[in-house]
């Protein structure tokens, strides 16, 4: 099973930007995508982004346009760059290995333990 570890959270101001990272234990195309859920307090896991191995790229609609998911040169980490952030960004990032296009959590074969991401107003 593939080991996951996401960095890169932090506090931002509205408006700012935040580069969150997913190092894998093992290359990341030995999975068919890679993807990123946040969870704010009180609310559902949502799906944000997600790369499969052509590098088709996903977008919930409220990240299209903000947030870019990319895979790094050595192909055992996938970064998600999220600009112009905003107070309702804020959540706990998860990414995961496998899963679908539909980023409903169907087909996830591994979990990172998140990294909080604070935007202030």
């Known amino acids: 099973q593939v080991q996951l570890v996401e960095s890169g959270g932090g506090l931002v101001q509205s408006g700012g930007s935040l580069r969150l990272s997913c190092a894998a234990s093992r290359f990341t195309s030995d999975y068919y995508g890679i993807g990123w859920f946040r969870q704010a307090p009180g609310k559902e896991r949502e799906g944000v982004s997600w790369?499969?191995?052509?590098?088709?790229?996903y977008y919930t609609d409220s990240a299209k346009g903000r947030f870019t998911i990319s895979r790094g040169n050595a192909k055992n980490t996938v970064y998600l760059q999220m600009n112009s952030l905003k107070p309702e960004d804020t959540a706990v990032y998860s990414c995961?290995?496998?899963?679908?296009?539909?980023?409903?959590?169907?087909?996830?074969?591994?979990w990172g333990q998140g990294t909080q991401v604070t935007v202030s107003s």
């Open positions: 995961y290995a496998g899963g679908t296009r539909t980023m409903t959590g169907i087909g996830v074969a591994s």
């Open positions: 790369i499969n191995n052509s590098d088709d790229t």
